[in-house]
């Protein structure tokens, strides 16, 4: 890759920035590599990633119930499709009625994960994910749906395994990065409503969403997840690239002015 990325990025306006731009080959990163941060609700990929181990390891299953709700399985969980609020335990709406973006069901899915492997689930997370692909400096420190502390290194090396995966079958990554309950609509969350609004299981689809943070030039069926402290994560599988971003200011205004521009402009230059 021939990206300048720190050049990219130099004229953010954070006080903080590291980024990398990922493929099947190679990993360039910019800013400062080891800067360990909270990544907010990209915390969710990961949490959902433990969860798919878990099912190709037939200890929980997506389509058992789950979440102490009438009718509501983990895969509705995952897919924020079980009508929970954003961050209480009041449903808001009816199993597969709209696309309710909740951190209360992707915590709901990891303790249905922990009681059923009987361990904690940051122990579970740990040595499903973060100690097989390397991601040292990597930890979950409070809620799996926003509190994963990481670095742009490690989070490059949970990319590539998002664009070859060696933790899952190809089969259960392409089925958690396909539309579950594809004619759901819904907000996403500091950027608008969209109908439909696809969510994958755990991953947020693009789709056909404009505006999308992920930018212009990302295929339709790029997949990732933005977080409320300035970060992110894509990946399109189309063009075999991820790109990573974390900041130390949260996410608003400035975020959809910088980001679809920054990853147009790595596009462009990959």
């Keep these: 890759m021939t990206i300048d990325l720190d050049a990219l990025i130099a004229d953010w306006p954070v006080d903080k920035v590291s980024a990398a731009v990922v493929d099947t080959e190679a990993a360039l990163v910019a800013g400062d590599a080891g800067w360990n941060t909270r990544i907010a609700s990209v ?30 399985t983990l895969r ?65 420190s409070g809620s799996p749906a926003h509190a994963v502390f990481s670095t742009a290194t490690d989070l490059s090396r949970f990319a590539r395994e998002l664009l070859d995966p060696s933790l899952l079958s190809a089969s259960t990554l392409a089925e958690a990065t396909s539309a579950q309950y594809p004619a759901l609509s819904g907000v996403l969350p500091g950027i608008g409503r969209f109908d439909p609004n696809p969510w994958g299981l755990g991953f947020e689809l693009k789709g056909s969403k404009d505006p999308h943070w992920s930018g212009t030039m990302t295929s339709s069926r790029t997949f990732g997840h933005f977080g409320g402290a300035g970060t992110f994560l894509w990946v399109d599988p189309v063009r075999d690239l991820a790109l990573i971003a974390l900041t130390d200011r949260d996410f608003g205004s400035w975020s959809m002015e910088v980001w679809p521009a920054f990853s147009d402009a790595v596009i462009d230059g990959s």
């Design 43 to 72: 915390s969710k990929l990961l949490a959902a990633y433990a969860v798919l181990v878990a099912v190709e390891e037939e200890t929980v299953a997506l389509d058992e119930p789950a979440g102490g709700i009438d009718g509501a």
């Design 76 to 140: 509705h969980l995952l897919a924020h499709a079980s009508g929970l609020d954003f961050d209480t335990d009041r449903q808001v709406a009816g199993v597969e009625q709209r696309r309710i973006y909740s951190n209360t069901g992707i915590e709901r899915a990891a303790e249905h994960l922990a009681a059923r492997a009987g361990m904690p689930f940051d122990r579970y997370l740990a040595e499903a994910v973060f100690e097989p692909l390397g991601m040292t400096s990597t930890v979950l």
